[in-house]
T-cell receptor, first 113, second 110 residues
Framework: DAGITQSPRHKVTETGTPVTLRCHQT?????MYWYRQDPGHGLRLIHY???????DKGEVSDGYSVSRSKTEDFLLTLESATSSQTSVYFC????????????FGPGTRLTVL | DAKTTQPTSMDCAEGRAANLPCNHS???????VYWYRQIHSQGPQYIIH???NNETNEMASLIITEDRKSSTLILPHATLRDTAVYYC???????????FGQGTELSVKP
């Protein structure tokens, strides 16, 4: 399995609080992605990164920010969590070309009360 | 919106071939066809991808029609562990951004 870890794996928080999810890889892959998965929606891309300090928005980026200060870590921040952000969040990585397979992490289940 | 159409669900007998269809009639010339699967509560797993030629790996075969408007993923000898949601995705070769649709829920039965 690709070396991808996500932390925390589960989190319960309250509306209005900031939350940061971490994705860590040991594969030295250039591309990293954050997706969310909700019932009836499949996976939707939030943000992605194509290198250190290089990030771009996906299809559902409102309410989220990301940072990538080093190759191995990609952080997803909810500045002020809302109940609509209750979801399972998956991180993924792919190699330098960005065209080949993406390897997914185990996911983080976030509940916003 | 996803650019693919897949059946919502399919059943397959254990040991038989599972043939999962996908329509992508608006596919562009630079877009690849990717297949992923997701076993309950786990992260998606890459299966195979192709541009226009048929592809085979240790997991599956991908058959793409000549006009590239549809494809079929073939699991040659389905096992119970192949029960999962299978996603067909078309994506340009630019940064690997994937748009997942609803997928096909494959149930392999004994």
């Amino acid at each position: 399995d690709a070396g991808i870890t996500q932390s925390p794996r589960h989190k319960v928080t309250e509306t209005g609080t900031p939350v940061t999810l971490r994705c860590h890889q040991t594969e030295n892959h250039r591309y990293m992605y954050w997706y969310r998965q909700d019932p009836g929606h499949g996976l939707r891309l939030i943000h992605y990164s194509y290198g250190v300090k290089d990030t771009d928005k996906g299809e559902v980026s409102d309410g989220y920010s990301v940072s990538r200060s080093k190759t191995e870590d990609f952080l997803l921040t909810l500045e002020s969590a809302t109940s609509s952000q209750t979801s399972v969040y998956f991180c993924a990585i792919s190699d330098a070309s960005g065209r080949d397979e993406q390897f997914f992490g185990p996911g983080t289940r976030l509940t916003v009360l | 919106d996803a650019k693919t159409t897949q059946p919502t669900s399919m059943d397959c007998a254990e040991g038989r071939a599972a043939n999962l269809p996908c329509n992508h009639s608006t596919i562009s010339g630079n877009e690849y066809v990717y297949w992923y699967r997701q076993i309950h509560s786990q992260g998606p797993q890459y299966i195979i991808h192709g541009l226009k030629n048929n592809e085979t790996n240790e997991m599956a075969s991908l058959i793409i029609t000549e006009d590239r408007k549809s494809s079929t993923l073939i699991l040659p000898h389905a096992t119970l562990r192949d029960t999962a949601v299978y996603y067909c995705i078309v994506s340009p070769n630019q940064g690997g951004k994937l748009i997942f649709g609803q997928g096909t829920e494959l149930s392999v039965k004994p």
